[in-house]
């Protein structure tokens, strides 16, 4: 199925909303990667999304609210510390799950009983839900566990093998760039599900309570899976104080490799490699890493090495997506 890119003027977003209300999907950017939408309400709907992506059954959707009323008909109970990180993070790249109502289908809650909810902090997103009317359930726009798409021309070529026209809404590319932060606010205590942008330690700042680490207790989904977030090409990670190593052990092979850093490492031979300049601020890391790694892949190279972001917070999360990223198939 070819996939068709549109610009996002008032007759896209009229069209997309009428694809949506017909049980269609629709390819809708965010601050964080493309999605790829359904309504929420409909577990055919729903339908459509696991089978165009190839996703596990057994894996919930977000649904996406629109801006300004809490999204009180999803949830059982808009809880206090639901609100409290709606005000402080909404519209964000925050998604909290709580205790579910029945709206969401159950396709979408993978029939679990509690349902996740983001409000998008995009104009596009927030168009599209306006002209909805009601929530719209999105995972990442790619095939189940490749790399998130952060463009309108790679959902194109993630989804160009799904049944039917694949309607998707240019939004320019993705500011933020790696997806939201995941808070489950269902139990007793806060945790965190998903590192993102918005740290953990910003969520407990908040909240006035430190996160629990999503632990043996929590239900298994395969955003939780070691690989996840994978490009097709092997990749080796190396810390900053490795890189040269990592470098040179990749040289030594004497087939074409990809380095994904901020420079080349010094005293490094450069033969058979191709340096993609990682940019220096964590923020812009998260904005290009996804964009990155597919130019890396899809260089035709035996092997992507990519240097480690250090830190907390924003490095916590790249880290968590790249490690996935490199965990071997299997
Ligand atoms: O930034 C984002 O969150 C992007 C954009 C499109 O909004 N969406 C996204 O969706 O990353 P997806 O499906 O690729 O990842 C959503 C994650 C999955 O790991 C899923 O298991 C988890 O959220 N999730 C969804 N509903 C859940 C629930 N009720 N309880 C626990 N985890 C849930
Ligand atoms: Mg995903």
Same mark, same amino acid.
């Given at each position: 199925?070819?996939?068709?890119?549109?610009?996002?003027?008032?007759?896209?977003?009229?069209?997309?909303?009428?694809?949506?209300?017909?049980?269609?999907? =629709?390819?809708?950017?965010?601050?964080?990667?493309? +999605?790829?939408?359904?309504?929420? @309400?409909?577990?055919?709907?729903?339908?459509?999304?696991?089978?165009?992506?190839?996703?596990?059954?057994?894996?919930?959707?977000?649904?996406?609210? *629109? *801006?300004?009323?809490?999204?009180?008909?999803?949830?059982?109970?808009?809880?206090?510390?639901?609100?409290?990180?709606?005000?402080?993070?909404? %519209?964000?790249?925050?998604?909290?799950?709580?205790?579910?109502?029945?709206?969401?289908?159950?396709?979408?809650?993978?029939?679990?009983?509690?349902?996740?909810?983001?409000?998008?902090?995009?104009?596009?997103?927030? @168009?599209?839900?306006?002209?909805?009317?009601? +929530?719209?359930?999105?995972?990442?726009?790619?095939?189940?566990?490749?790399?998130? %798409?952060?463009?309108?021309?790679?959902?194109?070529?993630?989804?160009?093998?799904?049944?039917?026209?694949?309607?998707?809404?240019?939004?320019?590319?993705?500011? =933020?760039?790696?997806?939201?932060?995941?808070?489950?606010?269902?139990?007793?205590?806060?945790?965190?599900?998903?590192?993102?942008?918005?740290?953990?330690?910003?969520?407990?700042?908040? /909240?006035?309570?430190? /996160?629990?680490?999503?632990? *043996?207790?929590?239900?298994?989904?395969?955003?939780?899976?070691?690989?996840?977030?994978?490009?097709?090409?092997?990749?080796?990670?190396?810390? %900053?104080?490795?890189?040269?190593?990592? =470098?040179?052990?990749?040289?030594?092979? @004497?087939?074409?490799?990809?380095?994904?850093?901020?420079?080349?490492?010094?005293? =490094?031979?450069?033969?058979?490699?191709?340096?993609?300049?990682?940019?220096?601020?964590? !923020?812009?890391?998260?904005?290009?890493?996804?964009? /990155?790694?597919?130019?890396?892949?899809? *260089?035709?190279?035996?092997?992507?090495?990519?240097?480690?972001?250090?830190?907390?917070?924003?490095?916590?999360?790249?880290?968590?997506?790249?490690? @996935?990223?490199?965990? !071997?198939?299997?």
């Amino acid at each position: 199925m070819p996939a068709r890119i549109h610009e996002p003027d008032d007759a896209t977003i009229a069209a997309a909303a009428a694809r949506l209300a017909e049980g269609g999907l =629709v390819a809708l950017p965010t601050e964080t990667v493309y +999605g790829l939408g359904a309504d929420a @309400r409909s577990d055919a709907a729903a339908a459509g999304i696991y089978a165009a992506k190839g996703r596990p059954a057994g894996n919930p959707l977000i649904v996406h609210v *629109a *801006a300004g009323a809490p999204p009180t008909a999803w949830v059982r109970s808009w809880t206090p510390q639901a609100a409290r990180l709606a005000d402080a993070f909404w %519209p964000g790249p925050l998604t909290l799950v709580l205790a579910a109502s029945e709206h969401a289908s159950t396709t979408v809650r993978a029939g679990g009983d509690t349902v996740a909810l983001r409000c998008p902090d995009h104009p596009v997103a927030q @168009r599209l839900l306006a002209a909805f009317g009601s +929530g719209i359930a999105a995972p990442s726009a790619n095939r189940s566990g490749s790399i998130s %798409p952060t463009t309108a021309a790679a959902v194109a070529t993630e989804l160009a093998g799904a049944p039917g026209e694949l309607m998707v809404i240019d939004g320019g590319p993705c500011p =933020v760039g790696i997806e939201s932060t995941i808070v489950d606010v269902s139990g007793p205590a806060p945790r965190l599900l998903r590192p993102g942008t918005i740290t953990a330690e910003d969520v407990a700042a908040c /909240l006035g309570t430190p /996160l629990e680490a999503a632990g *043996a207790g929590s239900p298994a989904h395969p955003g939780s899976a070691p690989r996840h977030y994978a490009p097709g090409t092997p990749l080796v990670l190396a810390a %900053p104080d490795e890189l040269a190593s990592a =470098v040179a052990g990749a040289h030594a092979t @004497r087939e074409p490799f990809v380095v994904l850093a901020r420079a080349w490492p010094a005293g =490094v031979p450069s033969t058979g490699g191709t340096l993609l300049e990682l940019p220096g601020t964590l !923020p812009e890391l998260a904005r290009d890493i996804y964009r /990155l790694l597919r130019e890396a892949d899809g *260089a035709g190279a035996a092997r992507i090495v990519c240097e480690l972001p250090e830190g907390s917070g924003i490095g916590m999360a790249l880290r968590d997506r790249l490690t @996935r990223a490199a965990t !071997p198939a299997g």
